[in-house]
Protein backbone atom coordinates (compact mmCIF):
# COMPACT_ATOMS: atom_id res chain seq x y z
CA UNK A 1 0.00 0.00 0.00
CA UNK A 2 2.64 2.51 0.76
CA UNK A 3 4.89 2.07 -2.65
CA UNK A 4 1.30 2.84 -4.01
CA UNK A 5 1.12 6.18 -2.53
CA UNK A 6 4.51 7.35 -2.85
CA UNK A 7 4.92 6.90 -6.40
CA UNK A 8 1.37 8.44 -7.33
CA UNK A 9 2.00 12.36 -8.06
CA UNK A 10 -0.76 14.98 -7.29
CA UNK A 11 -2.99 15.89 -10.10
CA UNK A 12 -2.37 19.41 -11.99
CA UNK A 13 -5.62 20.06 -10.38
CA UNK A 14 -5.31 19.28 -6.86
CA UNK A 15 -2.10 21.66 -7.18
CA UNK A 16 -4.28 24.25 -8.49
CA UNK A 17 -6.53 24.14 -6.02
CA UNK A 18 -4.35 23.63 -3.08
CA UNK A 19 -2.24 26.96 -4.21
CA UNK A 20 -6.04 29.08 -4.35
CA UNK A 21 -6.75 27.88 -0.76
CA UNK A 22 -3.86 29.12 0.75
CA UNK A 23 -3.88 32.28 -1.41
CA UNK A 24 -7.42 32.72 0.05
CA UNK A 25 -6.69 31.46 3.81
CA UNK A 26 -4.02 34.73 3.09
CA UNK A 27 -6.23 37.02 1.61
CA UNK A 28 -8.83 36.27 4.73
CA UNK A 29 -6.30 36.76 7.28
CA UNK A 30 -4.59 40.22 5.97
CA UNK A 31 -8.31 41.67 5.67
CA UNK A 32 -9.61 40.67 9.26
CA UNK A 33 -6.12 43.28 10.63
CA UNK A 34 -7.76 45.69 8.40
CA UNK A 35 -11.24 46.55 8.57
CA UNK A 36 -12.09 49.03 11.24
CA UNK A 37 -8.95 48.59 13.26
CA UNK A 38 -6.82 51.29 13.17
CA UNK A 39 -8.01 53.88 16.28
CA UNK A 40 -6.37 57.39 17.00
CA UNK A 41 -3.78 55.50 19.28
CA UNK A 42 -2.31 53.88 16.44
CA UNK A 43 -1.81 57.33 14.36
CA UNK A 44 1.22 59.75 15.38
CA UNK A 45 -0.05 63.41 15.84
CA UNK A 46 -0.30 65.40 12.57
CA UNK A 47 0.61 62.23 10.91
CA UNK A 48 -2.95 61.76 8.36
CA UNK A 49 -2.51 64.39 5.83
CA UNK A 50 -5.59 65.10 3.51
CA UNK A 51 -4.14 63.01 0.66
CA UNK A 52 -4.49 60.12 3.02
CA UNK A 53 -8.23 60.24 2.93
CA UNK A 54 -10.05 58.94 0.53
CA UNK A 55 -11.63 61.86 -1.85
CA UNK A 56 -8.40 63.81 -0.86
CA UNK A 57 -10.47 64.91 2.39
CA UNK A 58 -12.08 67.53 0.83
CA UNK A 59 -10.01 70.57 1.20
CA UNK A 60 -5.97 71.71 0.74
CA UNK A 61 -3.16 71.14 3.25
CA UNK A 62 -3.27 68.89 6.53
CA UNK A 63 -5.98 68.22 8.41
CA UNK A 64 -4.93 68.84 11.91
CA UNK A 65 -6.92 68.90 15.70
CA UNK A 66 -10.27 67.63 13.93
CA UNK A 67 -10.34 70.91 11.64
CA UNK A 68 -12.21 69.51 8.71
CA UNK A 69 -15.05 71.90 8.35
CA UNK A 70 -15.10 75.42 9.21
CA UNK A 71 -18.90 75.02 10.52
CA UNK A 72 -17.93 72.30 12.61
CA UNK A 73 -18.89 72.09 16.25
CA UNK A 74 -16.48 70.26 18.11
CA UNK A 75 -16.99 69.28 21.59
CA UNK A 76 -14.26 71.41 23.71
CA UNK A 77 -15.53 70.05 26.55
CA UNK A 78 -17.79 67.85 28.99
CA UNK A 79 -17.81 67.15 32.62
CA UNK A 80 -21.13 64.97 35.08
CA UNK A 81 -21.07 66.79 38.09
CA UNK A 82 -22.35 64.95 41.37
CA UNK A 83 -24.77 67.70 42.37
CA UNK A 84 -25.95 66.41 45.86
CA UNK A 85 -23.08 67.84 47.19
CA UNK A 86 -23.33 70.67 50.43
CA UNK A 87 -22.79 74.08 48.93
CA UNK A 88 -18.38 75.03 48.11
CA UNK A 89 -16.67 71.97 46.08
CA UNK A 90 -18.97 69.72 44.05
CA UNK A 91 -17.32 66.46 43.27
CA UNK A 92 -16.82 65.57 39.50
CA UNK A 93 -17.83 62.33 38.35
CA UNK A 94 -16.13 62.28 34.60
CA UNK A 95 -15.05 65.25 32.33
CA UNK A 96 -12.92 65.15 29.22
CA UNK A 97 -13.34 66.88 25.57
CA UNK A 98 -10.76 67.65 22.66
CA UNK A 99 -9.03 70.24 24.45
CA UNK A 100 -9.79 70.48 28.30
CA UNK A 101 -7.01 69.29 30.32
CA UNK A 102 -7.06 65.58 30.80
CA UNK A 103 -5.08 65.79 34.64
CA UNK A 104 -6.40 67.38 37.76
CA UNK A 105 -7.58 69.95 37.92
CA UNK A 106 -8.83 69.96 34.59
CA UNK A 107 -12.29 70.23 35.47
CA UNK A 108 -13.54 71.82 39.02
CA UNK A 109 -17.24 72.09 39.89
CA UNK A 110 -18.75 74.46 43.16
CA UNK A 111 -22.05 74.55 44.37
CA UNK A 112 -22.93 78.50 44.70
CA UNK A 113 -26.29 78.04 46.49
CA UNK A 114 -29.11 75.28 45.89
CA UNK A 115 -29.28 74.30 42.98
CA UNK A 116 -26.60 76.96 40.91
CA UNK A 117 -23.16 75.48 40.35
CA UNK A 118 -19.73 76.47 38.40
CA UNK A 119 -18.07 74.47 36.39
CA UNK A 120 -14.71 75.48 35.57
CA UNK A 121 -12.78 73.96 32.19
CA UNK A 122 -9.25 74.35 32.20
CA UNK A 123 -7.69 74.06 28.69
CA UNK A 124 -4.84 70.96 27.82
CA UNK A 125 -2.00 73.14 26.91
CA UNK A 126 -0.39 70.72 24.82
CA UNK A 127 -3.25 70.84 22.59
CA UNK A 128 -3.38 74.26 21.42
CA UNK A 129 -5.47 75.27 24.28
CA UNK A 130 -8.92 76.23 24.05
CA UNK A 131 -8.53 77.22 19.89
CA UNK A 132 -10.96 80.09 18.64
CA UNK A 133 -12.34 81.00 22.23
CA UNK A 134 -12.05 84.53 22.77
CA UNK A 135 -15.42 84.98 24.53
CA UNK A 136 -18.72 83.24 25.91
CA UNK A 137 -20.04 84.45 22.13
CA UNK A 138 -17.96 81.71 20.94
CA UNK A 139 -19.57 78.92 22.49
CA UNK A 140 -22.53 76.84 22.47
CA UNK A 141 -23.16 75.31 25.95
CA UNK A 142 -25.75 72.20 27.21
CA UNK A 143 -26.91 71.34 30.19
CA UNK A 144 -28.80 67.84 31.46
CA UNK A 145 -30.24 66.77 34.91
CA UNK A 146 -31.04 63.44 36.63
CA UNK A 147 -34.20 63.13 38.67
CA UNK A 148 -36.30 64.70 36.63
CA UNK A 149 -35.18 68.04 37.03
CA UNK A 150 -34.58 70.81 34.81
CA UNK A 151 -31.05 72.05 33.72
CA UNK A 152 -29.88 75.68 32.20
CA UNK A 153 -26.48 76.62 31.50
CA UNK A 154 -24.63 79.97 30.61
CA UNK A 155 -20.69 80.38 29.97
CA UNK A 156 -20.00 83.20 32.62
CA UNK A 157 -16.31 83.65 31.13
CA UNK A 158 -14.34 82.19 28.35
CA UNK A 159 -11.18 82.27 26.84
CA UNK A 160 -8.52 79.83 25.33
CA UNK A 161 -6.84 79.08 29.03
CA UNK A 162 -10.48 78.78 30.62
CA UNK A 163 -14.05 78.63 30.42
CA UNK A 164 -16.20 79.16 33.29
CA UNK A 165 -20.46 77.55 33.09
CA UNK A 166 -22.98 78.29 35.11
CA UNK A 167 -25.46 76.04 35.36
CA UNK A 168 -28.95 76.38 37.23
CA UNK A 169 -31.00 73.49 38.12
CA UNK A 170 -34.77 73.60 39.31
CA UNK A 171 -37.53 71.04 39.68
CA UNK A 172 -39.32 69.49 36.82
CA UNK A 173 -42.17 72.53 37.31
CA UNK A 174 -39.34 74.61 37.78
CA UNK A 175 -40.50 76.16 41.09
CA UNK A 176 -37.78 75.16 42.92
CA UNK A 177 -34.32 74.84 42.95
CA UNK A 178 -33.19 70.77 42.79
CA UNK A 179 -29.77 69.45 43.96
CA UNK A 180 -28.95 66.47 41.39
CA UNK A 181 -26.05 65.34 39.07
CA UNK A 182 -26.21 66.52 36.12
CA UNK A 183 -23.84 66.88 32.81
CA UNK A 184 -22.61 69.74 31.03
CA UNK A 185 -20.57 70.00 27.53
CA UNK A 186 -19.66 73.50 25.62
CA UNK A 187 -18.69 73.36 21.86
CA UNK A 188 -16.98 75.61 19.82
CA UNK A 189 -16.24 76.09 16.14
CA UNK A 190 -12.61 75.40 15.82
CA UNK A 191 -12.16 77.66 12.90
CA UNK A 192 -14.11 81.41 12.12
Given at each position: ?????????????????????????????????????????????DAVTSAD??????????????????????????????????????????????????????????????????????????????VKVDSVD???????????????????????????????????????????????????????
Amino acid sequence: MRSKLRGRLPSPAFIISSIALFVAMGGVAYASVGSNSVRSGNIVNDAVTSADIKGGGGKTGDIKNRDVNALLAVAKGFATIDGTNANGNATVLNFGGQQTATSPPGVTAARQSSGTYLVTFKANTGTGKFVKVDSVDDLTIQATAEDFANASAEAISANENEIVVRVRLRTFNGANPANTDFAVQFYARTTN
